[in-house]
């Protein structure tokens, strides 16, 4: 029997959770992951993890998630859908159902939710306003046992197909890009992200009486930063002069108007909806205070040149990028 401690992870198969899960792994932690089905693309030989079969509207399925559980990581969320109650009834519903049922079945089990940035900025779009009430699920459903929220920003990396277009652009020379004119904004590598939530988890199982808190996590770099800065980096990681050309929020708009006549007629979800538009061109979506607290023993590895380099070394590797 092995003694190394259960950790519960919604979301696992995802971008995000597939670094995760090595993160886990690499601490000595036991990875019980909920997946709708078997993974099996998404984890690497040899890795010790458990599998259950299920969903987040799945009493029974929550239920053997939970059982034993010495800690849970709740990275599941809906990132588009066709309209405001989908995300709601995932991100915040499905928050308050797994914590409902770890109350009744392990009500000590350390709970680390992995948010988002966007819930800073609630009124601006469904999916801002249900990762906030996601949030409130969790300082109220929690109870006894202890608790950390963790709001990343943009999130990068190897395997990451929402940055996948800016890098196509990069190596055709030119990207256009949609955002405010002196818009600022963090962003993450998610191997460093992986490693902070894995941090925080085992403060969480050390006792260390951190909970009950909201933090907020980047790479480090001080006031967040502007496209140019993108830009220099996609340059220096494709070797290429790369120009830009941002894109004006009218024209964004109209696509996204477009979109939801579409969604409207299809019923399939897509990303860019008027509400994401106001995401797209908020002027500030830079952390606050990126870092962790000492004790958490965690620092970024990453700056955004080096991120990018590693990114676009994955994307090449397999064939996503020429």
């Known amino acids: 029997m092995s003694d190394r401690k259960v950790v519960a992870v919604t979301g696992a198969t995802g971008f995000i959770g597939q670094a995760l899960i090595h993160s886990l792994v690499r601490a000595g ?9 078997f993974p099996r693309g998404a984890l690497r030989a040899g890795q010790p993890v458990e599998i259950v079969l299920g969903d987040l ?15 849970v990581i709740h990275l599941a969320g809906l990132i588009k859908a066709s309209n405001a109650a989908a995300f709601f009834a995932a ?29 800073r900025e609630p009124s601006l779009s469904p999916y801002a306003a249900s990762k906030r009430a996601g949030e409130e699920k969790v300082g109220k459903a929690a109870g006894g046992r202890p608790w950390l929220i ?17 890098f196509q652009a990069a190596t055709l020379g030119f990207v256009p890009y949609p955002a405010a004119p002196l818009a600022r904004f963090s962003l993450i590598h998610v191997a460093d992200l992986a490693e902070a939530i894995t941090r925080l988890t085992e403060t969480l199982l050390s006792g260390s009486g951190l909970s009950g808190k909201c933090f907020e996590v980047d790479d480090g770099y001080p006031g967040g930063y502007q496209w140019p800065h993108l830009i220099a980096a996609l340059r220096a990681a494709t070797g290429r002069q790369v120009r830009s050309y941002r894109l004006p929020r009218w024209l964004m708009s109209t696509v996204a108007q477009l979109n939801g006549v579409k969604v409207h007629l299809t019923g399939r979800a897509e990303v860019l909806m008027p509400h994401k538009v106001a995401e797209l061109y908020h002027g500030n979506w830079v952390a606050e205070d990126g870092a962790l607290p000492a004790d958490v023993r965690w620092r970024p590895e990453f700056d955004l040149t080096d991120g990018f380099q590693d990114t676009l070394r994955w994307y090449r590797l397999n064939s996503w990028v020429r």
């Open 29 to 37: 932690l036991q990875p019980r992951l909920l997946v709708r089905r």
């Open 57 to 71: 509207d799945e009493p029974a399925s929550l239920e053997k998630l939970l059982n034993g559980a010495d800690a």
């Open 91 to 119: 991100n915040a519903q499905g928050t308050e159902r797994l914590l409902t049922i770890a109350g009744k079945i392990n009500p000590k089990a350390a709970f680390l939710h992995v948010s988002s940035l966007a819930a």
């Open 150 to 166: 963790l709001r990343p920003p943009a999130v990068y990396g190897p395997g990451d197909p929402a940055t996948l277009p800016l």
